[in-house]
């Protein structure tokens, strides 16, 4: 069993940065690619960004291309979001998730962490 939980969000101004951490706890890392997600009230939850466990390839949604950057540490069992040139419509409940890279499942989910961005 893996426990994710996010921390970082807040309520920031258009143009401003925020950095999301993802800690996992329970077992490590190994075995899983690592995803973000966004989720709007009343809508499904989006794919942001993906980092693959052993190359640490890494993967966005069209945007938030060239503005966000997931990166991870293993040795540390942590996952982050850098979240650069936030709008308004980046506004949104942020989640990490485990992704099994044998059977490309989505295993484990974090509670979320609120990114409200002011224009």
């Known amino acids: 069993q893996v426990q994710l939980v996010e921390s970082g969000g807040g309520l920031v101004q258009a143009g401003d940065s925020l950095r999301l951490s993802c800690a996992a706890s329970g077992r490590t890392l190994s075995g899983y690619d690592m995803m973000w997600f966004s989720q709007v009230a009343g809508k499904e939850r989006a794919y942001v960004a993906r980092i693959d466990l052993t190359d640490l390839s890494t993967y966005y949604a069209d945007s938030v291309k060239g503005r966000f950057t997931i990166s991870r540490d293993n040795a540390k069992n942590m996952v982050y979001l850098q979240m650069n040139g936030l709008k308004p419509e980046d506004t949104a409940i942020y989640y990490c998730?485990?992704?099994?890279?044998?059977?490309?499942?989505?295993?484990?989910w974090g509670q979320g962490t609120q990114v409200t961005v002011s224009s």
């Open positions: 998730a485990a992704r099994s890279r044998t059977r490309y499942t989505i295993d484990y």
